[in-house]
Each structure stands twice: as C-alpha cells, then as structure tokens.
C-alpha cells in the first residue's frame, strides 16, 4: 500500500584535505575546493519504526485543529 511512497535523501560530501583519488565525477574541474566537495540526491522508501511512526501520528493528531501562524495558550486560564 505504501510501499511506493518516496522521500528525496540529500547526501552531503565533503573530501576537502582527503588524499584518496576521486573516480566517480568524470566532468570539468573548477580548479578550487569545489573539486572536492558533493552534493548527492536521491529518492528512496523512508525507513522509521512503528513506535516512532506512531509518536509523530499522535503529535500530529494533536496539533491539528490549531490553526498555522496561531500561537497557543498554555496553563490554566485564571479567573477573576
């Protein structure tokens, strides 16, 4: 059911000082430290666990007839 469901994951590298040989970018250098650094983005199935899932399902379900940009009031109204 949602097993097509996908999340886009962004991997940062950065092999600034690295001395190991950099095989996988074939392009044109830029000649500065951009050379070793890299951005990578993929889509793939997010992986949490069903107490997790379910902790996120109640936070949501209880924030959700509070309207966006509203602050809430918290504690005990006082009474005059």
Do not use: W
Request: hydrophobic share 30%; charged share 30%.
């Amino acid at each position: 059911k949602n097993g097509d469901l996908r999340a886009p994951y962004v991997e940062i590298f950065d092999a600034r000082g690295c001395d190991a040989k950099n095989s996988q970018y074939t392009g044109p250098k830029s000649g500065d430290m951009n050379d070793d650094q890299c951005v990578k983005v993929s889509m793939a199935v997010p992986k949490v666990s069903e107490a997790t899932a379910e902790k996120k399902r109640q936070e949501f379900l209880g924030f959700k007839e509070t309207a966006i940009n509203v602050p809430q009031i918290a504690g005990k109204t006082k009474k005059y």
